[in-house]
């Protein structure tokens, strides 16, 4: 039973480019979570997805970033013309059918802006 | 605001020695508290605690939770090497009539077990 993937591992765009990270959830798993840790902070909470639908966007930024979840495939955020600032790990979890479940994370995707 | 806090941010020990982590919190309509540990890579989960003084046991890791005090304690017995890592502590509530299930984590308590 494989855990939560997530793809690339590691992604270098340049100021002003797009990044896509990609999240597989566990088999059986409809919830996601996306969460970004940024150096010497800890894991903060971006957004919660169901299939098809975005039940909380609250920690997410309101310009650049959208988080999607598709009936088939993965999740996908989207970072729109990345900023230096946006180098950080970003993180999926997901959990079973209810939110109130544990939420086991994938190895993340460590984004660099040059 | 919500807010984990989590003491000691870092500890040192030797293998065999036994170590408390602590972790408060203030989440607003609190459901559970959970507790992870990460190396390189993945946060691991460990436990998931909902009720007050009930101990959860693995191995030689244990926690146990107060809501009277709004803190919990991840305890971890005989330490090896390879308990060295980031511990992270996350509280989850409700809001309105919404639960997201969002985690709101502390900073975490670096551990490193020396031989």
């Known amino acids: 039973n494989a855990g939560v993937m997530q793809n690339p591992r590691h992604l270098v765009r340049r100021r002003g480019q797009e990044a896509r990270l990609r999240c597989s959830p566990m088999?059986?798993?409809?919830?996601v979570y996306w969460y970004r840790q940024l150096p010497e902070e800890g894991l903060k909470f971006m957004v919660y997805l169901q299939k098809e639908n975005i039940i909380d966007e609250s920690g997410m930024p309101k310009e650049r970033f959208s988080a999607e979840f598709p009936k088939e495939g993965p999740s996908i955020l989207r970072i729109q013309q990345v900023v230096r600032g946006d180098s950080a790990a970003y993180f999926c979890a997901s959990s079973p059918s209810s939110p109130e479940n544990e939420q086991f994370f994938g190895p993340g995707t460590r984004l660099t802006v040059l | 605001e919500d807010k984990v806090v989590q003491s000691p941010l870092s500890l040192v020990v030797h293998e065999g020695d036994t170590v408390t982590l602590n972790c408060s919190y203030e989440?607003?309509?609190?459901?559970?508290l959970l507790w992870y540990k990460q190396e390189k890579k993945a946060p691991t989960f460990l436990f998931m605690l909902t009720s007050s003084g009930i101990e959860k046991k693995s191995g030689r890791l244990s926690s146990i939770l107060d809501k009277k005090e709004l803190f919990s304690i991840l305890n971890i017995t005989a330490t090896q090497t390879g308990d060295s890592a980031i511990y992270l502590c996350a509280g989850r509530g409700v809001k309105g009539s919404s639960n997201t299930g969002k985690l709101i984590f502390g900073q975490g308590t670096t551990l490193q077990v020396k031989p």
């Open positions: 088999k059986g798993h409809s919830h």
């Open positions: 989440v607003t309509n609190f459901r559970s």
